[in-house]
C-alpha cells in the first residue's frame, strides 16, 4: 500500500472525528474538516507546507466560524427554570394564605410542598404560577 501525504491527511480527519464522536467536542469536528483540506491540498500536488497551510487556514477558521455562531445562539435557561428540563415550570398551584416572609405550603402533584413567592406584586392568595423550583421548594408568581 502506497503512503502519501494525502492518505495521512485523511487518516488525521478520521482521528479527529472518532475523538468528536468519544467527547462530543464540535469544534474537533472543525479541525476534521481543516485535515480534510489538507487531504484535498495534498491531492492537488502541493508542497507540505501548503498542506499545512491549508489544514490551518480551513480548520481555524471554521473553529471562529463555529464560535461566533454559538456565541450568537440565546443562551439557555437554568434547570431550575427551563420548561424544558423541569416541566413543572409554568403549571400554576393554588394558594390559600402567605405568611408574612413570602412563604406557603401548596397541594401540588398529590403532595405538599413549600412556595416561596418571587413576584414584584405583593403576594395574595389564589392561582399562582411555578416560576422555578429551588430543590423541595416552588418558586412562584402571579
Same mark, same amino acid.
Given at each position: ?11 488525521? #480527519? ?5 475523538? &468528536?464522536?468519544?467527547?462530543?467536542? *464540535? ?7 481543516? #485535515?480534510?483540506?489538507? %487531504?484535498? %491540498?495534498?491531492?492537488? $500536488?502541493? !508542497? ?7 489544514? %490551518?487556514? =480551513?480548520?481555524?477558521?471554521?473553529? =471562529? ?7 450568537? #445562539? ?5 434547570? $431550575? ?10 403549571? !400554576? =398551584?393554588?394558594?390559600? $394564605? ?18 416561596? *413567592?418571587?413576584? !414584584?406584586?405583593?403576594? &395574595? ?7 422555578? =423550583? &429551588?430543590? !423541595? ?6
Amino acid at each position: 500500500m502506497d503512503w502519501n501525504w494525502a492518505t495521512a491527511w485523511w487518516i488525521a #480527519a478520521g482521528a479527529l472525528i472518532a475523538a &468528536e464522536l468519544a467527547t462530543g467536542t *464540535f469544534y474537533l469536528l472543525m479541525l476534521a474538516v481543516g #485535515a480534510g483540506a489538507g %487531504a484535498l %491540498a495534498a491531492h492537488l $500536488a502541493l !508542497s507540505p507546507t501548503g498542506q499545512v497551510l491549508a489544514a %490551518a487556514l =480551513v480548520g481555524g477558521a471554521a473553529v =471562529v466560524g463555529w464560535h461566533r455562531q454559538r456565541g450568537k #445562539a440565546p443562551r439557555a435557561a437554568p434547570a $431550575a427554570s427551563n420548561p424544558d428540563v423541569n416541566l413543572d415550570i409554568g403549571q !400554576s =398551584v393554588q394558594v390559600d $394564605a402567605w405568611s408574612p416572609d413570602g412563604r406557603t405550603q401548596v397541594q401540588y402533584r398529590g403532595a405538599t410542598w413549600q412556595a416561596r *413567592f418571587v413576584g !414584584s406584586v405583593p403576594a &395574595e392568595s389564589g392561582r399562582h404560577v411555578i416560576r422555578a =423550583v &429551588e430543590g !423541595s421548594c416552588l418558586l412562584l408568581d402571579r
